[in-house]
C-alpha cells in the first residue's frame, strides 16, 4: 500500500473542497446582491469537480487499466448559473427598473446550507483519511527503529 500516493489523493480532496467551500460562502454572503461591476444581480456560482489526470505516460496507461476513475479531485470549473433569478416588485428599491421590478440573486440559502455542510463533512473525512495515512507512515518507521 503506497501511504504518500493515499495522502497526495486526500490532499487533493482537501484542495477540492477548500475551493467549493469558498464558492459557497460567496455566495452566502451574496444572497441580496441585486448590482455587481458586471451589472446585473449576482449569479450563484458552482464548483465543478473532476477526477485529477495522471502525470507519466506509464502511469496513465497503469492507472487507465487498475483505476480508471483516476487518482484523487481537481476543480475543474467554477461557472455561474443564470437561470432562477427573481423579480421582486419593489419600486422604492435603488435598482428597480421603470416597472417597479428588482431583480434578485438565484442563491437559496437554505441550498447553500446543506452544500456548505456536505462540503465540510467531505473536508473533515479527507483529514480523517490523511491523518489515518500518517499515523500508519509514523508506525511504520517506528517498527524499523526497534
Do not use: C, W
Amino acid at each position: 500500500m503506497n501511504l504518500v500516493l493515499s495522502m497526495q489523493i486526500s490532499a487533493s480532496g482537501l484542495n477540492a473542497q477548500r475551493t467549493v467551500l469558498r464558492v459557497i460562502a460567496e455566495n452566502m454572503a451574496n444572497v441580496q446582491t441585486t448590482r455587481t461591476e458586471a451589472g446585473g444581480p449576482y449569479l450563484r456560482k458552482k464548483a465543478i469537480l473532476s477526477p485529477t489526470p495522471v502525470s507519466s505516460p506509464f502511469a496513465d496507461l497503469l492507472h487507465a487499466r487498475l483505476l480508471p476513475e483516476g487518482l484523487g479531485v481537481q476543480v475543474a470549473d467554477i461557472f455561474e448559473d443564470p437561470h432562477g433569478l427573481k423579480s421582486v416588485f419593489d419600486p422604492s428599491h435603488p435598482d428597480a427598473d421603470e416597472t417597479g421590478q428588482v431583480l434578485l440573486p438565484n442563491v437559496n440559502l437554505m441550498e447553500e446550507m446543506v452544500a456548505l455542510l456536505s462540503a465540510s463533512r467531505v473536508y473533515e473525512a479527507n483529514v480523517a483519511a490523511f491523518n489515518a495515512a500518517k499515523t500508519m507512515a509514523l508506525r511504520a518507521l517506528e517498527i524499523g527503529s526497534k
